[in-house]
Antibody
Framework: DVQLVESGGGLVQPGGSLRLSCAAS????????MNWVRQAPGKGLEWLAY????????YYADSVKGRFTISRDNAKKSLYLQMNSLRAEDTSLYYC???????????????WGQGTTVTVSS | EILVTQSPATLSVSPGERATLSCRAS??????LAWYQQKPGQAPRLLIY???TRATGVPARFSGSGSGTKFTLTISSLQSEDLAIYYC??????????FGQGTKLDIK
């Protein structure tokens, strides 16, 4: 089965750091671009970060640029999100999501994990 | 930044009836728009990409239409399991994605 499983969430104090992981299985991980998307309690979806299949290029939402870093280890079939300088407003459920393509064109985020919860509070 | 605005915020529809959800972009995004369904307590699920192409396994009662700045997700005959929040996402500025705020679909 194609699957993504996030881990690493937890309670952290403002200004602290946390590293999220996303373990992929059931597909050729290195062939796919990946994203992190979050959802604050009772709120909508917010895209955070993107990484190419090789890991050579990354892009970020303005809200996390300079604080969060997306990376991947294709040998371990894992995606990561290093989060620094955390704020209360970063409290959310964090999803990793696979991006798919059709004829080289973006065709949506077709596989999502179940998410890992990050709470930033003193 | 191109924003997408969804309406209405909440929609109540009876089983078997048609549901029509709207997504409007602040600028022309061509057909670079996707729709996602999020059921309570679940991760989002891709329904539609390229404004009107159904993703694998999505029932035919879901259809997407529109281009430019106005888009519609239609559920032709609502079923109880369609209770969910529906999000549009534009990718005209790929890979800088923007989601709408969502439409909550209630079953009457």
């Amino acid at each position: 089965d194609v699957q993504l499983v996030e881990s690493g969430g937890g309670l952290v104090q403002p200004g602290g750091s946390l590293r999220l992981s996303c373990a992929a299985s059931g597909f050729a991980f290195s062939d796919f671009e990946m994203n992190w998307v979050r959802q604050a309690p009772g709120k909508g979806l917010e895209w955070l970060a993107y990484i190419t299949g090789s890991g050579s290029a990354t892009y970020y939402a303005d809200s996390v640029k300079g604080r969060f870093t997306i990376s991947r280890d294709n040998a371990k079939k894992s995606l990561y999100l290093q989060m620094n300088s955390l704020r209360a407003e970063d409290t959310s459920l964090y999803y990793c999501a696979r991006e798919t393509r059709l004829n080289h064109h973006y065709a949506g985020m077709d596989v999502w994990g179940q998410g890992t919860t990050v709470t930033v509070s003193s | 930044e191109i924003l997408v605005t969804q309406s209405p915020a909440t929609l109540s529809v009876s089983p078997g009836e048609r549901a029509t959800l709207s997504c409007r972009a602040s600028q022309n995004v061509s057909n670079n728009l996707a729709w996602y369904q999020q059921k309570p307590g679940q991760a989002p699920r891709l329904l539609i990409y390229r404004a009107s192409t159904r993703a694998t396994g999505v029932p035919a009662r879901f259809s997407g239409s529109g281009s430019g700045t106005k888009f519609t997700l239609t559920i032709s005959s609502l079923q109880s399991e369609d209770l969910a929040i529906y999000y549009c996402q534009h990718y005209n500025s790929w890979p800088l994605y923007v989601f709408g705020q969502g439409t909550k679909l209630d079953i009457k």
